[in-house]
């Protein structure tokens, strides 16, 4: 069955705090991808890794194929930072559809 | 460059009834899924369209249908609606579509429909 799990499902931090969230899925995958939601819906994309790693500002997210595991970094996070954070792949086997883990809630505090 | 419109934003029916909802995708963008997201079941995909054409399905009931119009535009339609179809449907447009999913997608700020 293709799966995607994360965790944790919910995480507070202090700001400044270093933060990771974690992605795994269960069969092979043409991309992974992280993203965004704030309240009132709107989802924002991240990245897209189909290996190695990237890095925009303070986010950092890595890819292990042979592990199929994620992760997302978020350096000296800030409360701007607080959202859902979801972790979606595209399957080997299912084109380009996504197929979403349960999401992180992320709470940064002052 | 304007981003992914979704019409309406809002909307409330009764059960029974049906509704249509839009979705405007990037200019210049062919491809357009959408999805389905509830506080139970998370994000679900629905289907994607690429060139008029469906080229993906999830596992949703006959109810939930859609289309796409020449200018890429595309609609979602669902019929008789439950307490259940009560959700945030979001679209997400790409200028790729094909094998090996590896391109990125820009998601619409989604419509919230409540079945009363």
């Known amino acids: 069955k293709n799966e995607v799990e994360q965790s944790p499902q919910n995480l507070t931090a202090q700001e400044g705090e270093f933060i990771t969230i974690n992605c795994s899925y269960s069969v092979g995958i043409s991309a992974l991808h992280w993203l965004q939601q704030h309240p009132g819906g709107g989802i924002v994309s991240l990245f897209m890794?189909?290996?190695g790693k990237k890095k925009h500002g303070r986010l950092i997210a890595t890819i292990n194929i042979q592990e199929k595991h994620s992760s997302l970094h978020i350096t000296a996070s800030h409360p701007r930072d607080s959202a859902v954070y979801i972790c979606?792949?595209?399957?080997?086997?299912?084109?380009?559809?996504?197929?979403f883990g349960e999401g992180t809630q992320l709470t940064v505090n002052p | 460059k304007a981003g992914v419109t979704q019409t309406p934003r809002y909307l409330i029916k009764t059960r029974g009834q049906q509704v249509t909802l839009s979705c405007s995708p990037i200019s210049g963008h062919r491809s357009v899924s959408w999805y389905q997201q509830t506080p139970g079941q998370g994000l679900q995909f629905l289907f994607e369209?690429?060139?008029?054409?469906q080229r993906n399905k999830g596992n949703f009931p006959g109810r939930f249908s859609g289309r796409q119009f020449s200018n890429s535009r595309s609609e979602m339609n669902v019929s008789t609606l439950e307490l259940g179809d009560s959700a945030l449907y979001l679209c997400?447009?790409?200028?790729?579509w094909g094998a090996g999913g590896t391109y990125e997608q820009y998601f619409g700020p989604g419509t919230r429909l409540t079945v009363t």
């Open positions: 369209y690429f060139s008029e054409t």
């Open positions: 997400a447009s790409s200028n790729h």
């Open positions: 979606a792949v595209t399957f080997l086997t299912s084109g380009s559809r996504l197929t």
């Open positions: 890794l189909s290996s």
